[in-house]
């Protein structure tokens, strides 16, 4: 049988060359791996439920440089009577020298029936306070951007764990084989940029796939996403002559690990190029919706972000920005209401969208950065990063709306009750995806291994 559509039978190891010549499929393959697919083909099916999860799917709203709990969510008046002031609470090592206490300038009041207090820089986010647990208590390790990146995203401080919506997509899998289960949005390269979507020792079909969507057309996000030479039917031509060839060979020496993995980013490749162009096409929604979400690259990708999720995709990050932006080591009074008012539109639209296509009910909304700042000084007018105490909130998936959690001291510098350590937070995300965060383990290197590693208590308080 002559199964070879393009000239006389070649060699598999020539056939896998020409094949990665091609500017569509192993373009596309290309930017979905950054790393080489050679061991995912031992990822085979995902780990499966421990129980039935509460949600399905998480959005991970990420303000990369850490934002001041006593801002928003947060409100410390004691600041305000001992401003100036370094009182024996106040005197915690951060990363650099700060001053005296410097009170927030902005106000709260209560909102929705639930009466949490959010600030007036929220104004539309607030109207959706009761679907939201404010977390108000947590705390990590290091007061650095480059290990407190890593704890949040990782769940260590050290460069060779796995990222968690890594952990998210060995133990789930994939709602769609035609698009990536981790999607990764961000308009530039944030500190440590790859490795905080990285597989490390997880086999690599669970990385992230990071998506630069300064530009919102689908071209330009996903560049060399349609192949220009060959058509559909060449193409899966070509595949079904790989796999024969793979299955000749391995029928004789073996099976060949890294040579499936490569099949299997071509085969992904192969189904983006009828399947992404719909996900990322944003032209596709109405007016009204574009005007609810806003305009911005942050606006976009809470909108990407919903239309990935319905879509079947596992586990979506949206980074605020290219660097570090909520990191306001001086001028911070000055920039907090620009960076608030970019973010207040576009999360508010997420979740009425979410909640509108019943969606939100089993898809959980984490929001937060890799720590929060200092109640103190630094060059007069700016603030230092805090890892002693931080807030985050959790909307959906089966979290408990309209609540706080958790209590930081008198001027919010550090947890004083139900501390919540970002390895806690990691088990509760992984209870809510029904996964026991001692049972989702991986072995590696003669032990094994967990995102949460030997830490981390599931907050059951928090869970409806």
Not at 249 to 274: H, K, N, P
Not at 435 to 464: C, M, P, W
Request: proline share 7%.
């Amino acid at each position: 049988m002559n199964i070879n559509p393009f000239q006389p039978p070649i060699s598999r190891r020539s056939m896998l060359q020409q094949l990665g010549s091609t500017p569509g499929m192993i373009g596309a393959a290309a930017f979905l791996s950054q790393q080489s697919l050679s061991e995912a083909a031992s990822a085979g099916n995902a780990a499966g439920c421990h129980f039935p999860p509460k949600a399905k799917r998480v959005i991970h709203l990420f303000m990369n440089g850490g934002p001041f709990q006593a801002d928003l969510f947060d409100p410390k008046p004691a600041l305000e009577k001992f401003a100036g002031q370094r009182p024996p609470g106040a005197d915690l090592v951060t990363e650099r020298p700060t001053g005296g206490l410097l009170p927030s300038p902005f106000k709260f009041q209560p909102r929705g029936e639930s009466g949490v207090p959010v600030s007036e820089l929220l104004p539309l986010l607030s109207q959706h306070i009761d679907d939201i647990c404010v977390l108000r208590s947590l705390h990590a390790d290091n007061p650095n951007h480059g290990p407190a990146l890593l704890q949040m995203n990782n769940g260590s401080i050290l460069p060779t764990r796995p990222s968690m919506g890594a952990w998210f997509t060995y133990g789930l899998g994939t709602e769609n084989q035609n698009l990536p289960g981790y999607v990764v949005l961000c308009p530039g390269r944030p500190v440590r940029f790859s490795i905080l979507w990285n597989s490390a020792f997880l086999p690599s079909a669970y990385q992230g796939t990071y998506i630069n969507h300064s530009s919102i057309e689908p071209s330009k996000m996903i560049p060399h996403l349609r192949n220009t030479k060959w058509d559909q039917s060449t193409q899966r031509r070509q595949l079904e002559l790989m796999r024969q060839l793979d299955a000749e060979v391995q029928s004789r020496t073996g099976e060949d690990q890294a040579f499936q993995a490569r099949l299997q980013s071509m085969e992904t490749a192969f189904r983006m190029q009828f399947q992404a162009s719909d996900a990322f096409e944003l032209k596709e929604e109405s007016k009204q919706t574009r005007e609810d979400y806003g305009d911005g690259h942050f606006s976009n990708g809470c909108l990407l972000a919903r239309r990935l999720v319905e879509r079947g995709v596992r586990f979506v990050q949206v980074y605020y920005g290219n660097g570090q932006p909520w990191d306001t080591h001086s001028g911070h009074d000055d920039k907090v209401p620009k960076l608030c008012k970019d973010i207040d539109r576009p999360i508010a639209a997420l979740l009425g969208d979410l909640k509108q296509r019943g969606l939100l009910e089993d898809t959980l909304v984490m929001w937060g950065g890799e720590f929060g700042r200092t109640p103190t000084s630094e060059n007069g007018n700016g603030r230092d990063h805090n890892h002693h105490g931080f807030a985050m909130f959790l909307a959906g998936g089966g979290v408990r709306g309209g609540m706080t959690y958790g209590e930081t001291d008198d001027f919010g510098f550090k947890a004083v009750h139900n501390k919540m350590h970002v390895h806690d937070l990691h088990a509760t995300v992984l209870h809510l995806l029904g996964l026991d965060h001692e049972r989702l383990t991986y072995r590696h290197a003669g032990r094994d291994f967990r995102l949460t590693d030997v830490h981390g208590n599931v907050a059951h308080d928090i869970i409806a």
